[in-house]
C-alpha cells in the first residue's frame, strides 16, 4: 500500500522509514513539491487532520500527518502548537525565550512534554485514525548535547539522565513521542492489510 506522508521533508520521511522497519506493507512517499497546508488548528490533531486531508486530496492516495511540539507546565502548556514559531529567529532563539519564561514564571514544575499528533486519511481526505503520543520529561537550564534539533538540547530524559540531544537514535527511538506515535500508526496500517 502506497501512503503519501505530508511532508515535504526528506529527513523525516527516513526517519519514519526507518522506524517502520519490518512493516513491508506500506509504501511512504514524500508530498509533491506543490503541498501546502496551513497549520491553522489550535491542536496538535487539528494540524495533523489539516495536513493528512491536503495531501491526500492533492495525490489521491492515502495519506499520513504528523504535527508536534513542547508542552512546558510552568507555561501552562506553551509554546504547544506554537513550538515551531514560538518567536521570530532559530531553534535557539527559540529555547533561549522558552528558558528564560520558565524561570520568570516563578514555578518550580519544571515539567514539560513532547506531543506528536498522527492522522491517517482515505485517498478522499475522509481522517480513518488518529494516535496522540507523549515524551514526558523536564526543562533544563543549561544546554547539552548536539544530536537533535528543537527544543531536545533543554530537554532532560530522566531515563538516561541525559537531554534528548545526547541521545543516540536508537535511544530517542524507545522514547521519543513522534516513534511512539508511529509504532501506533504503523501497527493500524498494518492491520489494514
Known amino acids: 500500500m502506497k501512503v503519501v506522508l505530508a511532508t515535504k521533508n526528506p529527513g523525516k520521511l527516513r526517519e519514519l522509514q526507518e522506524l517502520a522497519s519490518g512493516n513491508t506493507s506500506v509504501e511512504l512517499v514524500l508530498a509533491p513539491d506543490s503541498f501546502n497546508a496551513e497549520e491553522t488548528g ?3 490533531l487539528a494540524n495533523a487532520e489539516i495536513k493528512a486531508r491536503a495531501a491526500a486530496l ?3 492516495l492515502p495519506a499520513v500527518a504528523d504535527d508536534s511540539g513542547i508542552e512546558v507546565n510552568a507555561l ?24 528564560r519564561e520558565v524561570k520568570e514564571s516563578g514555578s518550580s514544575d519544571r515539567g514539560a512534554a513532547f506531543v ?11 481522517v480513518l485514525h488518529t494516535v496522540e503520543e507523549r515524551w514526558h520529561g ?14 531536545d538540547p533543554i530537554f532532560y530524559v530522566e531515563e538516561f539522565k541525559r537531554s534528548a540531544a545526547e541521545l543516540t537514535m536508537q535511544e530517542k527511538n524507545l522514547l521519543s513521542h513522534r516513534a ?14
Open 138 to 151: 523536564s526543562i533544563q537550564d543549561k544546554e547539552t548535547g548536539s544530536n537533535g534539533f528543537g527544543y
Open 42 to 44: 489550535n491542536t496538535f
Open 58 to 60: 492533492a495525490t489521491g
Open 180 to 193: 511512539k506515535a508511529w509504532r501506533a500508526m504503523s501497527k493500524y496500517l498494518q492491520e489494514l492489510r
Open 116 to 126: 506528536c499528533a498522527m492522522v491517517y486519511c482515505s485517498p478522499a481526505g475522509v
Open 76 to 99: 501552562g502548556g506553551r509554546p504547544g502548537v506554537y513550538s515551531a514559531r514560538y518567536c521570530e529567529g532559530s531553534d535557539a532563539d527559540r529555547r533561549l525565550k522558552l528558558g
